[in-house]
């Protein structure tokens, strides 16, 4: 147990190294230019659940039903035009019918004027119609509809106390390190911390990015209690009689390096979640009691739920 206190987070002193247990959570590391300075975002919380199927059926349902509406009004019969005044000038009277030429797809007052055929009263010949816009019930409808279609696809989310409280944590965390951060919001609506591009966070970054920008666990990493501290803060919490320590999901090649280096901390983790939430999960009272030991006392205004013991 000695051992173990010794490695504690209270037993050691605060560096830059301790920023790593961001990294083995939902951390990020982002180099600038040729790799001269870099910053990390994190983003907290649970990912947002997909928008429901049934929803989208619904909705595609409700279009269906106003394209329908669309076309019946479309169909319906026009009001016949109202009888216009006689020409003063007589013109010649044609042997053409204004139904013959429907198939031109023409106004009949402009048949008339091209063939010199008086349009007269009576129905509008089969295949004329009015041009779609004010006055087209179907048009309306479709203005309307598209006027009152949502510009955002997702509505906003509440906000997560839980994860409101690990923002400022770990804002907290990254200034006594002596590296000022500020909170704001990812584009899914979750809390994200971002600090500004430093030139003493670049060693970090490179040691966490390969060539192609993705995430890589650096050679000889061990976890310790400040780097479990953080990670703590960041995405641990209690999952009924279990602990789980939230890992990246989209950078799962992690998952088993992690797992390898927190069984040799002795914490005797397995992997748990799924694709959208993975995590590292201790079982046991005592193996829960020694990550306890190695994150060491919880913060004053802890959240119910988040600190292992």
Same mark, same amino acid.
Request: glycine share 12%; proline share 10%; charged share 30%.
């Given at each position: ?28 590391? @982002?180099?600038?230019? #040729? ?14 659940q997909?928008?429901?199927? !049934? ?13 329908? @509406? ?6 319906? &019969? ?5 009888? @216009?005044?006689a ?11 204004? =139904? ?9 007052? &402009? ?10 009263? $009576?129905?509008?010949p ?5 041009? #779609? ?6 048009? &309306? ?21 839980? /994860?409101?409280w ?6 907290? !965390?990254? =200034? ?5 951060? &500020? ?21 970090? /970054? ?15 990493? @061990? ?30 090649? *992690?998952?088993?390096?992690l *797992?390898?280096?927190s069984? #040799? ?22 193996r829960?009691?020694?990550l306890?030991?190695?994150? $060491?006392?919880?913060?004053?205004? *802890?959240? =119910?739920?988040?600190?292992?013991v």
């Amino acid at each position: 147990m000695g051992q173990l206190s010794f490695w504690s987070a209270d037993a050691r002193p605060r560096g830059l190294g301790d920023l790593e247990g961001l990294l083995c959570g939902p951390g990020q590391a @982002e180099l600038f230019g #040729r790799g001269s300075a870099a910053r990390l975002v994190i983003v907290l919380g649970p990912p947002p659940q997909p928008e429901d199927d !049934a929803g989208e059926d619904a909705d595609a349902r409700d279009d269906a039903e106003d394209d329908a @509406e669309d076309d019946a009004e479309d169909d319906a &019969e026009v009001p016949d035009a109202p009888a @216009e005044p006689a020409f003063e000038d007589p013109v010649p009277d044609l042997d053409v019918d204004l =139904e013959d030429l429907a198939f031109l797809d023409l106004d009949p007052d &402009e048949l008339a004027a091209r063939f010199g055929v008086r349009a007269g009263p $009576g129905p509008r010949p089969t295949g004329v119609s009015l041009p #779609r816009g004010c006055g087209d019930p179907g048009f &309306e409808r479709q203005q309307s509809r598209i006027a009152r279609t949502p510009v955002c696809d997702r509505p906003p989310q509440a906000e997560d106390p839980v /994860a409101r409280w690990r923002a400022r944590a770990v804002c907290c !965390a990254l =200034e006594a390190r002596g590296v000022p951060a &500020e909170v704001g919001h990812a584009g899914d609506g979750r809390p994200e911390v971002r600090t500004a591009f430093r030139t003493d966070l670049a060693d970090l /970054a490179r040691g966490w990015t390969t060539d192609r920008g993705t995430k890589v666990l650096p050679p000889g990493f @061990e976890l310790d209690g400040p780097r479990l501290r953080l990670w703590v803060l960041a995405a641990g919490g209690r999952d009924g009689r279990a602990y789980s320590l939230g890992l990246d999901p989209v950078a799962r090649c *992690l998952d088993e390096l992690l *797992l390898t280096a927190s069984r #040799r901390a002795g914490l005797g983790a397995t992997l748990a979640g799924d694709g959208r939430s993975p995590a590292l999960r201790i079982v046991g009272a005592r193996r829960q009691g020694r990550l306890g030991e190695l994150v $060491g006392r919880p913060p004053r205004d *802890l959240v =119910e739920g988040i600190w292992p013991v």
